[in-house]
């Protein structure tokens, strides 16, 4: 899926790369647990009724990842367009309180 | 159903008395009912007879009726008129005008107490200041007319001419307050509110300007890279990325080329052009060879001189370095100015290059300055003419000086910290957290398809305003205002300089001579060499600061993107919330945040906390032994009832299993009870009645009466909780219903990591989290913890059933860890239940008796014997409020029969260290399939082979097998009676007598329940396009919620509160949904849109919901 703690450029564009480990897991951990939550309202309005209940029963996680990928269309790309607007609204915000 | 269709299932007798029932009553009315379908109805349609009514007693029915629905017509015009008042006023008040006039009206109140001060110290007469009073008062009436009259015209007029008119009224305001200035002064909420309007405005035209006037791409400029933003995302940030430079760029600049609008925003394209070398700006080209030291930007608030200082360390205009501006960004709200410092090739020699002119740079000694001889005589104390001390000099005072060393004068180069500022981000916080629930419901709102001008011109402002509030926010959290990282280092460089400043002064001490009161240095000297050593001072401190500046801006990033995400998770959670309606995202957002597995798949680098909150849905279905016994029972009766409810009969089947103590209820009782359902005549109410004989007699003089007592209560929570399982069953997987049930049983071992940091959402995993915890007292605190985590607004939405079975799961945790009397609870216990029954009360689930602060337990007590009886009745058309008794009734009952809580209540008083073991479960058959999710051939069952089962005492496996196969039968049976009559189509059954028609009403209502909490009923739904009719009744559902269409289709939940609820809501919809709704209430001859509403959503779930 999308594994920002690798993700070189994305975490150089929010600014963190270079922190040190402990506050760029903490900080990677704050964004994930974001990414998160918009994926699944995103997500979520894309279901029906019975794919959310045969996901909700998936048990294992690589079979939950296959059925995501098989059963919501373009979800790579939804997955980079959530990550993409935590990034801009980072730095948005940063650009207008750091500078 | 058609009106028609309900007149012919009544068959009304004729000429007795109908006839001039019908006349009195017709009232026919033409409906179009937007299916193309022209309709008659009347109000002995809406109003079906009763069995076995007369014409008199219907037509008094139908009277009372009308006179009551004319009192309530008018009280509801009456409160709608107080609400939109109320509303209007609000909204003026936080209008800019609405504003304006508080501004005017507290600058009044200021300059009075200014006055009266002023006359009680004798300063001014009375009368003067009556005058300026009077003035004053004139000028702040004028000031509100001008605000009121502003604010009518805004409503009333078109954005331009608003914006005109606005603009007329500012300027005249502006020249008001400048003729004001020498009686009141600038009064500086005024004088903020004007500058701020002014700098929105001012940024709003620079962003039209900017958008109209995009440079024109120059033939021949290369194309350097393109981007998107939407809404929210700022271009300028973007630019700055790809290009390095500040927008609107030198070397780079960039062109939209349109916008996206098939999205939720509009997304902007932007190309970046790169110019060519040639018209690139050029920059001042550097004095001779002078190095480029570096670059600052100050915009306004900051000054070049302080920024100039602080990287050269040289006071403006430098004498080493100077600076040179190189260019302003218009491109912001505020110009930036661009400038570099230069570093002189021979700054030694270099000529002064302040523009002013003025004195070579200070600290050089003008060579021909000097002490002068006195005439050749030798003056007491001085020096000769070099300076040097006169070895010959033997006056009495010597050449001795006293000087005063003074304090270090090195300062510090850190902020302070500002005690405005800090009250103004605590000022901002509040504003922010009142904001969230609005902006996530608009945002919730928005996320629809139907979305409504208003709620996007709404979602709009507060999206702005919030976002506006939040930068200021985290733009004074950068600044270290409540931040300790920056208060530690503002501390640690105060220490320095003190270290510093006393360095200073030791050295000056060396410098005296040791002795201040008798050196030969004059005091110009100890001054000069002060400031030589301050000097060198700061330059020490600015090293070292740089380090700590670096420190600093670590933590102002590392703290700016944790207070973001801080924010944005609230904003995120908030929105989840707001989406919390039983639509599919709600279910979604239960699956994937309640399960490890799934969530691990949607996050690779994964978060553990949020996966170990469990699920709560159906979390009653684990109650225990008691709770299965009869839930076993209910299950049968709700397998009557409806497809969802034989849900509930499996489960109660599944964990009957478990059951260890049936002495209640013999088979042959049980086996009675589902022969007379089984027989379609039966009544439900006649299973209530039953089981509260049943368990009336239960001993209550024993030690053990309380447990007695809660079995009462778990012979009709369970009941209804087992019914009701069939509505929510449906959201939870066999393999999580099992794994419920074992945990239930075999409480696993409490692990505090796995809790300590959660953020539970809402009222999931509560019960299992409670299991989890093994019920061992010694966690109570840590789950109460944990459950004060949650907000009881939303553990508790009755509208959602695993929320509140989740709560009455906790209910019966808690009664399992304290099984004696309320008042030997703990006293926190005591207090989150009476917490949890005021909840109740407010969301209507409970009498509000309930809660005048009685213990709980007697509170629960009295739910379950009060108030579930009636709420059994009510169930078809009030599930959410069974689902929340039955799971309290089966929690309790369910803890009652555990083992480790049968004790006395004298033992009862005193810490449980160590409770009794559960019994080994004896081996039992394999578990059977949950309906609707039998393994076919060749997989692996759902539930683990490993799994522990206990052989049922009285009723058999097989028993239960056949029963409920009969069961499944009649249900069949009843649905195929269903779909001959047509459902809706019978009139309204008595309690008391139920019919073949009564049954298939409240099949048809079940069903609507079902569909109404998400449950699948079956394929036989045909596909249909979405009318718009469908949006509107999206729209009002999720608006409205499960409960709010329970509430407006059910007749006896017309009261003053839910009145109130619907012109809340009415007040949300756009005119264009307004209008469509007024036609059926126009067309149903009634003037309240509550009835008409409430009408329209029966029709159209009905029609096509």
């Not at chain 2, 002064?185 to 005024?190: K, P, T």
């Not at chain 2, 060499?529 to 330059?539: G, P």
């Not at chain 2, 459950?787 to 009664?815: C, L, R």
């Amino acid at each position: 899926m999308f594994d920002i703690e690798n993700n070189t450029e994305f975490l150089t564009a929010i600014g963190i790369n270079n922190a040190p480990e402990d506050v760029k897991a903490k900080l990677i951990a704050g964004i994930e647990n974001l990414a998160e939550k918009k994926l699944i309202t995103r997500i979520s309005d894309i279901v029906t009724d019975e794919q959310a209940e045969h996901f909700g029963s998936i048990t294992d996680e690589q079979e939950a990842a296959n059925w995501l990928n098989a059963n919501i269309p373009n979800f790579q790309d939804i997955v980079t367009e959530v990550l993409t607007e935590i990034k801009n609204d980072i730095l948005q915000h940063k650009a207008t309180v750091v500078g | 159903m058609s009106g028609e269709a309900v007149r012919t299932g009544q068959e009304q007798p004729q000429n007795n008395g109908w006839d001039s029932l019908t006349n009195e009553f017709a009232g026919e009315r033409n409906i179009n009912d937007k299916t193309g379908k022209d309709r008659t109805f009347s109000q002995m349609d809406l109003y079906p007879r009763m069995k076995g009514e007369t014409p008199e007693e219907y037509g008094a029915r139908l009277r009372y009726m009308n006179q009551e629905t004319a009192k309530y017509l008018e009280e509801e015009a009456r409160k709608e008129q107080e609400e939109l008042e109320r509303q209007r006023q609000l909204e003026y008040e936080r209008s800019e005008q609405g504003q304006q006039e508080a501004a005017a009206e507290s600058n009044y109140d200021r300059l009075e107490a200014k006055l009266e001060q002023a006359v009680s110290e004798g300063r001014m007469t009375r009368e003067h200041a009556n005058r300026l009073l009077e003035k004053q008062m004139d000028k702040a009436i004028d000031a509100i007319d001008a605000a009121r009259q502003d604010y009518s015209d805004r409503q009333t007029i078109g954005p331009e001419e608003d914006q005109i008119k606005y603009n007329e009224w500012l300027s005249k305001h502006d020249a008001e307050n400048l003729n004001n200035l020498e009686i009141t002064g600038r009064q500086d909420a005024e004088a903020e509110e004007r500058a701020r309007l002014e700098a929105e405005e001012r940024a709003r035209l620079e962003a039209e300007e900017n958008t109209q006037s995009q440079p024109e791409t120059t033939s021949g400029d290369k194309e350097f890279a393109k981007f998107q933003v939407a809404s929210g995302v700022s271009k300028e940030a973007e630019f700055k990325r790809l290009t390095g430079e500040d927008w609107p760029g030198e070397k780079y600049y960039a062109v939209t080329a349109g916008a996206d609008e098939g999205y939720d925003e509009p997304i902007e394209n932007w190309t970046i052009y790169e110019r060519p070398a040639s018209e690139i700006t050029q920059q001042p080209e550097a004095i001779s060879e002078d190095e480029v030291f570096g670059h600052f930007q100050v915009a306004s608030g900051v000054s070049k001189e302080a920024e100039f200082k602080r990287l050269t360390g040289e006071d403006w205009p430098g004498v080493e370095y100077y600076a040179t501006c190189y260019g302003v960004d218009e491109g912001y709200d505020e110009p930036i100015e661009n400038w570099t410092i230069y570093k002189r090739s021979n700054a030694n020699q270099a000529p002064n290059t302040d523009p002013d002119g003025g004195d070579k740079p200070d600290g050089e000694k003008d060579p021909s300055d000097g002490d002068k001889p006195n005439d050749g005589e030798k003056q007491p104390g001085s020096n000769t003419a070099d300076g040097e001390k006169d070895p010959d000099d033997k006056t009495p005072e010597g050449n001795k000086n006293k000087v005063d060393l003074g304090e270090g004068d090195l300062k510090n180069l850190e902020v302070t910290i500002d005690e405005d500022k800090t009250e103004r981000l605590k000022e901002i916080e509040d504003k922010l957290e009142a904001m969230l629930p609005e902006l996530a419901e608009l945002y919730a709102r928005n996320r629809r398809i139907f979305v409504g001008a208003k709620n996007r011109a709404d979602f709009i402002r507060v999206k702005g305003e919030y976002a506006k509030l939040l930068d200021e926010s985290l733009k004074l959290k950068a600044e270290g205002v409540h931040r300790a990282g920056q208060v530690e280092i503002s501390e640690k460089i105060q220490n320095r300089v003190d270290e510093l400043n006393q360095e200073i002064q030791a050295k000056l001490l060396e410098f005296v001579g040791g002795d201040p009161e008798n050196t030969e240095k004059t005091q110009e000297e100890v001054d000069a060499e002060k400031a030589r050593l301050t000097e060198e001072a700061e330059k020490t401190l600015r090293a070292e600061y740089g380090d700590m500046v670096k420190e600093l801006e670590a933590n102002v990033s590392a703290n700016f993107l944790s207070n973001y995400l801080d924010e944005a998770v609230k904003l995120e959670d908030a929105t989840i919330d707001a989406l919390d309606n039983g639509t599919i995202c709600r279910k979604f957002v239960n699956k994937v945040i309640n399960n490890k597995y799934l969530k691990g798949a949607l996050i690779a680098a994964g978060v553990a906390g949020l996966a170990a909150t469990g699920v709560g849905l159906g979390m009653g279905l684990a109650a225990g032994t008691m709770s299965v016994s009869l839930g076993y029972t209910a299950g049968g009766v709700a397998l009557g009832a409806g497809k969802g409810a034989m849900m509930g009969g499996l489960m109660s089947r599944q964990d009957s299993r478990n059951s260890t103590v049936r002495g209640f209820v013999s088979e042959e009782d049980i086996k009675k009870q589902l022969e007379g359902i089984n027989n379609q005549d039966a009544d439900t109410s006649n299973v209530t009645s039953w089981l509260l004989e049943q368990y009336s007699g239960a001993n209550t003089e024993d030690a053990s009466s309380n447990r007695r007592k809660t079995a009462v209560a778990a012979g009709i929570g369970a009941a209804l909780g087992g019914l009701v399982s069939g509505v929510h069953i449906d959201n939870v997987s066999t393999r999580e219903v099992t794994e419920r049930v074992q945990i239930g049983t075999e409480p696993t071992k409490y692990e505090p990591d796995l809790f300590d940091n959660v953020n539970i959402p809402k009222g999931h995993g509560m019960s299992t989290t409670f299991d989890q915890m093994g019920g061992d007292p010694s966690n109570l605190q840590k789950a109460l913890d944990i459950a004060h985590k949650i907000d009881p607004k939303y553990g508790m939405v009755p509208g959602s059933n695993g929320e509140t079975v989740g709560v009455g799961g906790q209910i019966g945790e808690f009664a399992h860890t304290y099984p004696g009397p309320i008042s030997e609870w703990p006293d926190v216990a005591q207090s989150y239940m009476t917490e949890v029954a005021e909840e109740w009360a407010r969301q209507g689930l409970i009498p509000s008796h309930m809660t005048g602060g009685e213990p709980i337990y007697d509170t629960v007590t009295r739910v379950v014997t009060e108030y579930v009886p009636n709420a059994f009745m009510n169930f078809l058309t009030r599930a959410t409020a069974t689902v929340g008794a039955g799971a309290i009734g089966g929690r309790i009952g369910g803890v009652g029969e555990r083992p480790r809580i049968t004790r006395s209540e004298t033992e009862a008083s005193e810490p449980i260290t160590n409770p009794e073991p559960i019994p080994e479960p004896t081996p039992g058959p394999a578990p059977e399939p949950i309906l609707g999710g039998a393994p076919t051939a060749g997989s692996t069952p759902e539930t683990p082979p490993s799994t522990p089962e206990a052989t049922p005492t009285n009723v058999t496996q097989e028993d239960i097998d056949s029963k409920l196969a009969e069961l499944e039968e009649a249900m069949k049976a009843a649905e195929a009676s269903t779909s001959e009559t047509g459902a809706g189509s019978t009139p309204e059954a008595t309690p008391t007598n139920v019919t073949q028609e009564d049954i298939d009403s409240k099949l048809a209502e079940l069903e609507e329940a079902m569909k109404a909490a998400g449950v699948e009923i079956g394929d036989e739904t045909p596909e249909r396009i979405p009318t718009l009719a469908d949006s509107i009744a999206e729209d009002f559902r999720d608006r409205a919620g499960e409960e709010g269409v329970a509430i407006m289709t059910s007749e006896e939940y017309i009261n003053e509160e839910n009145s109130a609820r619907i012109a809340r809501w009415w007040n949300t919809l756009d005119e264009d949904t307004k209008r469509e709704i007024s036609q059926f209430e126009m067309a149903l001859g009634t003037s309240g849109y509550g009835r008409a509403l409430r009408e329209w959503i029966r029709l159209n779930n009905q029609n096509s919901l």
